[in-house]
């Protein structure tokens, strides 16, 4: 776990660094707070969501793929699909889960409360796309925890990667 740990905070790191480049070099609007102020809070958040996942989650995605494949459970493990169908299918999947998950964050009003949060940055930027509430974070890992287990996804693209 602890190389997919580095795999995801590396590759969560490297999106931020180019579009927070391509931010600064091409702005689209004129900011009114400091980038400093805004992302000592923003990324703050995204620190203390990820200690309060770890407190408060028993498993995370990826566990929960490597959990589907140990015990043959999920749509993927049942038919057998090959690998190039199935890497398609879980981004589509669970692209449209947390799609709709928003959808469903902003319609029902005790969600909204939580959601809100996110849409309250007074300014847009990349940090804007990780200020999220706590507890949408832990209810929204819970959604991808069961989405991956209906699947069976994720699991072999895992291994198809960690081949190289
Ligand atoms: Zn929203």
């Known amino acids: 776990m602890e190389n997919s740990d580095s795999i995801r905070l590396a590759i969560f790191l490297s ?6 480049v391509w931010e600064w070099c091409a702005p689209r609007k004129s900011r009114t707070r400091s980038r400093w102020l805004r992302w000592t809070n923003n990324l703050g958040l995204v620190g203390f969501n990820s200690l309060t996942l770890a407190l408060v989650m028993p498993l995370l995605a990826i566990e929960s793929a490597i959990i589907a494949a140990e015990n043959n459970i999920g749509l993927f493990h049942w038919l057998e699909l090959p690998l190039w169908l199935t890497i398609p ?3 589509v999947f669970l692209d449209a889960a947390i799609y709709f998950q ?23 930027d990349v940090t804007t796309g990780a200020r999220f509430h706590p507890i949408e974070i832990v209810l929204s890992m819970w959604i991808k925890v069961a989405i991956v287990m209906l699947l069976g996804a994720l699991l072999s693209e895992f291994w198809y990667l960690r081949s190289y």
Request: proline share 3%; net charge positive; aromatic share 6%.
């Open 89 to 91: 299918i879980s981004v």
């Open 102 to 124: 928003h959808l469903v964050f902003h319609r029902v009003p005790l969600l909204w409360r939580l959601h809100r949060m996110h849409h309250a940055d007074r300014d847009i």
């Open 15 to 20: 999106v931020l660094i180019i579009c927070a």
